[in-house]
């Protein structure tokens, strides 16, 4: 099938799934079909991730889990491909599957859960409002405090851990440091080489709003406290300036 005649099939089976009623006996079975043939930009997707030390079964099987929601999520009225729609939500419970993994000190069951929740919670609503969402947008979509939600951030950073095949000599390279890996820096290299004289265009404050949000990871309450201003102003001020930068950057 030609790739035009095939990417109009796979909108008509989407449209035909998204119609259909929740419990309706067909809906399983087209979700089955949809499955199967975007299969394909799981495997792709998956490959990605194959030198870290994971099977490149379970990585497929966890990217495929992220393909379900994405298809059950989709809405064929927004005018996205659906590969556009799908690829961040397969590389995100991918990447969750790889974090959950690789905790590097023990995090408590209840923050392990909460730090899941609010992930997905941004993730979606970031396929909502087309940008990062605040911390109370967060909150309030998952029916918690401000406080939780900055309390699972910062948890599921926690999950960077050093390889445990380093011996006691600090200047020998230890077996990790002989194997190649997939940087995921590398993605974002034109991003950023393309963000930084919109950055630097910013005015003072907006500069140093984002360098301790993003550079040193403080929350917002933190900002707020030093600079002597309102959390709410913070959040005000940090909306205002992402929007300005992506709308800069999309141009």
């Keep these: 099938m030609p790739e035009a005649d095939s990417r109009h099939h796979d909108r008509e089976m989407l449209e035909q799934f998204a119609a259909l009623d929740a419990n309706s006996p067909e809906r399983e079975a087209l979700r089955s ?4 043939r975007h299969l394909p930009l799981v495997h792709f997707m998956a490959r990605k991730f194959a030198d870290r030390g994971e099977p490149l079964d379970d990585i497929v099987q966890v990217g495929t889990i992220g393909l379900i929601k994405a298809i059950d999520r989709f809405d064929p009225t927004m005018g996205f491909e659906f590969s556009t729609f799908a690829t961040p939500t397969i590389v995100g419970e991918i990447k969750r599957y790889f974090r959950d993994k690789t905790w590097a000190i023990r995090i408590p069951r209840r923050l ?13 609503l970031t396929h909502q409002l087309d940008r990062s969402p605040t911390p109370n947008e967060i909150a309030k979509n998952l029916d918690i405090s401000v406080d939780d939600v900055i309390e699972a951030m910062e948890a599921n950073s926690a999950y960077n851990t050093i ?5 006691s000599d600090q200047e020998a390279p230890s077996l990790g440091d002989t194997l190649g890996g997939w940087d995921d820096a590398l993605d974002n290299v034109e991003y950023r080489e ?3 004289p919109l950055i630097a265009a910013l005015d003072e404050r907006e500069q ?3 360098l301790m949000r993003f550079f040193e990871n403080k929350s917002q309450s933190d900002i707020a406290a030093e600079l002597g201003i309102s959390q709410m102003h913070v959040s005000r001020l940090l909306n205002k300036t992402l929007t300005n930068l992506r709308e800069a950057l999309s141009q």
């Design 163 to 167: 390889s445990l095949d380093g011996g």
């Design 194 to 196: 393309s963000l930084r």
């Design 33 to 36: 079909a949809l499955i199967e």
């Design 208 to 210: 140093t709003i984002l």
């Design 112 to 124: 392990q859960e909460l730090g899941v929740q609010v992930s997905r919670a941004r993730e979606e």
